[in-house]
DNA sequence: AGGAAGTATATGTAGCTACAAATATATTTG
DNA sequence: CAAATATATTTGTAGCTACATATACTTCCT
């Protein structure tokens, strides 16, 4: 569907100002796709980020700030986020003990399995993609990675 | 920056999983982009949005309803958006008399006159997008478009 | 006309976000 | 080495979002 179908407008002043809300319009619609898969799961987008990226990390520890960096909407309370995912059994946390300022998170046995289970969004969400090809996917990476500079 | 920097992931599985991600952050960029010029007048993006769509209507008015089909960030409380939106003297909201379920809403002379004030922040963005062409936006915005079908 | 179903908007509430400030520990510097 | 500065994380708070439900009006049907 057209971005001019999508907000009823019919036409922009131009292709960057209409570039700017097909941008933000198509980000949320990512977002909201993924959210809607979640949702029975009681897992936020940024708790799920987390979650994988800790699963990324190996056996090793991860400090929240080094989550923080990696994650996709760099929000500023990490920290609650964490306290969530340890609440629920899917991550620990503890002091460091080279720097007791830094925190040690690491995901747990139920975390990875939540993960595992949760793999099949991955593909599900593949295939709502399926309108584009590989090949213009990675064209629509480029000119986005060009678009921030 | 390319996408494996701005969230340190050396790797994606593919294309089309570095695009799910690329397209959450890259929306994000530009609200983040927006709020940040629309911070200092205490407007947030929805706000403006809506104040965008009220200037576009001209004289006539719109419903509720209607605002938020039109909204990039279709949410749920437009209600108490304009709500917000009246209490600052920007927006009128009168029932309507055709139909007295439906509301009226209006912009005001002062929410105009702030519209205006913010016109350039659509010249500050479109500046920040220099690194892109009038032609790769419309690559992109085809493609995006493709992409959500 | 009168009740059922539909539509437009508003409201209650829990949880989330952004921003600023606080706390605790580490590092640098005179 | 003590004070100043820097870094890592947490916490307080106001305001926002999503979801479910309520309210008020209109239309449809018999």
């Given at each position: 569907?057209?971005?001019?179908?999508?907000?009823?407008?019919?036409?922009?002043?131009?292709?960057?100002?209409?570039?700017?809300?097909?941008?933000?319009?198509?980000?949320?619609?990512?977002?909201?796709?993924?959210?809607?898969?979640?949702?029975?799961?009681?897992?936020?987008?940024?708790?799920?980020?987390?979650?994988?990226?800790?699963?990324?990390?190996?056996?090793?520890?991860?400090?929240?700030?080094?989550?923080s960096e990696r994650m996709i909407d760099k929000m500023s309370n990490v920290s609650r986020l964490i306290d969530k995912l340890c609440l629920k059994g899917l991550a620990t946390r503890t002091v460091n003990h080279q720097d007791r300022r830094q925190m040690d998170i690491k995901i747990t046995e139920e975390g990875l399995k939540l993960l595992k289970e949760l793999d099949y969004i991955q593909k599900q969400i593949k295939a709502e993609f399926s309108n584009i090809s590989e090949a213009e996917a990675r064209q629509l990476n480029e000119l986005l990675d060009k678009l921030r500079g």
């Open positions: 569907m057209r971005i001019e179908d999508e907000i009823k407008q019919k036409q922009f002043e131009d292709e960057i100002q209409k570039l700017m809300i097909n941008q933000m319009f198509t980000g949320k619609w990512v977002s909201d796709l993924i959210a809607k898969h979640l949702k029975p799961y009681g897992l936020t987008n940024q708790q799920y980020n987390v979650l994988r990226i800790l699963r990324g990390q190996g056996n090793g520890f991860v400090s929240v700030n080094s989550i």
